[in-house]
């Protein structure tokens, strides 16, 4: 949950888009919700009824009214024996044979229905319901009456359709008489003259008149439209439909679009706003970091795990939140139609779920496995990339490939096992839900075939179920990935917090214009516990020295550089600079007052100018240039360079030799001005002529300067101020170059075996030494 909080802190800054962004996507995301809904309205609403006839007509001729009156008088005596007389002139007959009864006074014009339980008066009359049972009633009297409030519209609209059906050639005695059975919307008209009977409704504001089953006409109160066969509405309605559905998913591009748009573009700033964070964290950490850190490992946490998180961060939990909505409504809407299937079809929720908790406690390890792995490619190749020169030089291009083939594999084998739990995860959820879903056909057919369920409703609640399951499905995907980016949180979360081992007080103190004084008292230091690298260091170098630090590998040359520079704070002991205790320097002021040129100098992509000006950004062209001389670097920038100082040196470096270099290297030191100067084996591994252009330059900028020198090769140091011979990590002696030789120990042994051609010292080099 913590990672969460801190993962969602990278989009407050976004949060009025991502709440639009998060609107859009639940709208769009109840898309399915809408052809399922059309598709009930248009089965129950249009098609269904429209294969039924739209109205039944009974022809009455004078046997049928006989055979009428006969059934008039049983239904009478029926009744009677429930202890209702009903008057000579009331005739009787059956709407719903055993249930429901018509019954009309022709003397009082009063009109009744009367089922088993209720007995209702002008029941189309929506103003007023009178409601009795049949229990205490004994006599038709005892009911309320009143007038038929229609009436005066019923003449009306009796008139009006004589006419209509006069200019259509069918004629309505004056006996014909008009009778509602639907308050507003279904009449019936019988002719007693001619004994016939038609069946007039209303619909869409017309009213449709059937006679027999033969022809159809369509008319308003107003003006009349001939049909010579039936007119269903059901056309008008599919062109409306058609519109309403045009119109839909025209908006529905519209949004969808906008959607996309909104939240790609704050997806895109929290991987932005991520990114920035984890590679300004990264600037601040300490070396140790680095060093203990593959370049790879921390490229894949980079890319691919903020990466990930992104994806967490938007698309995941949009897709959480959509789906939660979707189902939610899907449910409700289920629910409403029948609550009864609704329950049957979650009784499989369970078992889905359970299959996802079996498997996904699988899956966690094997995620965090696999970005551990594929963390070990990315270091194996930006390896074979970076050395490629030394690969190559010693023929171990095989090696590496089976190195990165060996490392692939077992990638490749972890995926396949994450995908294949997966698929397994995905079908056993599959089977249960093919069970849900014939459960739910079976059940649902046998409510369609009871009458409690239309065949849209059950068609549609179909769809919703399996578009139900669908949330489910997405949740338990979505958790996957979940899992997956909690392994890329802690990676990068892990880094966010790693602490700089090197801290900064809050009262740091900025050195400004510094003397260059470097002193160390009883410094101790060991980058891990039980191997200690120094051992009570103590020494001084007053302004503009150069100090010189001789000796064999791994005896602390260059862990004191490390500690001039603050790369690392000494366990035991303390440093100072103009009487300044380094702990409690400012870091930024301290390096800006340092400069260091290393054996192999790290030169960015980029132009000769921009890696000289990293040593003072804001240093005109012309400063350039001048540094530039000073290191001896112009010459071969105008005069080999193809483009001068626009050149691009390529990455690291690579498109130019060691002593070119070296020396856009010196001059990008130059130009700094450092108080501080540190060389590491600069002039190493170069050439008899690159080393003396390099070493005049170097010899011009350690004018004045302070400098520490940490040299394999003696001849660059004979002129140091002080030279110190460590072992081991401990200072075994120190002097002149002189007073070393004189002492005729550990120096001037090594000084014996560097300066021996065949079995003596060359005396010029002696002479050179003594100068």
Known sequence: MEKFIRLFAYAKPYLPKLILGFFLVVLVGQSPLFMPLVQKFVIDDLLIPANKPLASVNLMFRDDLDNQA??????????????????????????KPGEKWKLDDT???????????????NRE??????????????????????????????????KKLHKVFKDRDILLSSKAIVSVEEA??????????????????????????????????AATLEYALLGHEFHYPLVDWLIIILFVIVVYYAIFAVVSYLCTYVMTWVSQRILFDLRNSV????????????????????????????????????????????????????????????????????????????????FIQRLSPMWRQWRH?????????????????????????????RQLFHNMRETLESRIKIEATQTAMGRVALFFRSIGRAGVLCYGGYL???????????????????????????????????????????????????????????????????????????????????????????????????????????CGKTTIANLISR???????????????????????????????????????????????????????????????????????????????????????????????????????????PRILILDEATSNLDTESESQIQEALDRLMQSRTSFVIAHRLSTILNADMIIALKEGRIVEFGTHEQLLDADGMYADMYRKQFKKTDSIDDSSWQIDRR
């Not at 009297?141 to 003449?155: G, I």
């Not at 507003?184 to 027999?212: C, F, M, P, S």
């Not at 194996?380 to 023929?395: D, I, N, R, T």
Request: net charge negative.
């Open 70 to 95: 006969r059934l008039s008088n049983r239904l009478r005596q029926e009744f009677e024996a429930e202890g209702i007389s009903l008057s000579p002139s009331t005739e009787v007959s059956i709407e």
């Open 448 to 554: 369609v075939i009871q009458g409690d369920f239309t065949i849209g409703a059950m068609l549609a609640f179909y769809q919703f179920m399996e578009r139900l399951q669908e949330p489910i499905m997405n949740l338990i995907r979505v958790n996957t990935q979940i899992q997956e980016a909690m392994i890329s949180a802690e990676r990068v979360f892990g880094l966010l917090d790693s602490e700089p081992t090197v801290e900064e007080s809050p009262d740091a103190i900025n050195l400004t214009n510094i003397r260059g004084h470097v002193k160390f008292e009883d410094v101790s230091f060991h980058y891990e516990p039980e191997n200690p690298v120094l051992h009570n260091i103590n020494l001084e170098a007053k302004p503009g020295m150069m100090v010189a630090l001789v000796g064999p590998s791994g």
């Open 373 to 401: 792995k594929w963390a070990d490619i990315a270091t194996g190749m930006y390896e074979a990339v970076a050395g490629a020169k030394v690969v190559k030089a010693f023929h171990r291009e095989r090696y590496h490939e």
């Open 567 to 673: 790369f690392y704070d000494p366990v035991e002991g303390n440093i100072f600079v103009d009487e300044y205790n380094l702990r409690d320097v400012s870091i930024k002021s301290l390096r800006n007052q340092m400069g260091i040129v290393l054996q192999d100098n790290f030169l960015f992509a980029g132009s000769v100018t921009e890696n000289i000006r990293f040593g003072k950004l804001g240093a005109t062209d012309e400063e350039v240039v001048q540094a530039a001389l000073a290191a001896n670097a112009h010459q071969f920038i105008v005069d080999q360079l193809p483009e001068g100082y626009e050149t691009e040196v390529g990455e690291r470096g690579m498109r130019l030799s060691g002593g070119q270099k070296q020396r856009i290297a010196i001059a990008r030191t130059i130009l700094r001005d």
């Open 125 to 158: 009359f929506q103003k007023e319901k009178y409601l009795e049972t049949l229990e205490g009633v004994t006599d038709l009297s005892e009911l309320q009456r009143m007038p038929d409030p229609l009436r005066k519209e019923f003449d009306k609209a009796s």
């Open 107 to 121: 003397e009082t014009g009063q009109k009744y229905r009367i089922n088993q339980k209720v007995f209702r008066l």
């Open 279 to 358: 590679f300004s964290h990264l600037q601040s950490l300490s070396m140790q970091f680095y060093e203990s850190q593959g370049t790879g490992q921390i490229i894949s946490r980079v890319r691919e795990d903020v990466a990930s998180l992104r994806n967490l961060a938007t698309e995941t939990t949009i897709r959480i939140v959509t789906d939660a909505v979707t189902f939610v409504l899907m449910l409700g809407l289920m629910l409403y139609w029948n609550w009864k299937l609704t329950l049957f079809s979650l009784l499989i929720f369970p078992l889905i779920i359970g299959n996802y908790h079996m």
């Open 184 to 217: 507003d919307r279904h009449w019936l008209v019988i002719d007693r003259a001619n004994e016939k009977q038609h069946t007039i409704w209303k619909e869409n504001g017309k009213l449709y008149v059937a006679d027999g089953e033969i022809k159809v006409y």
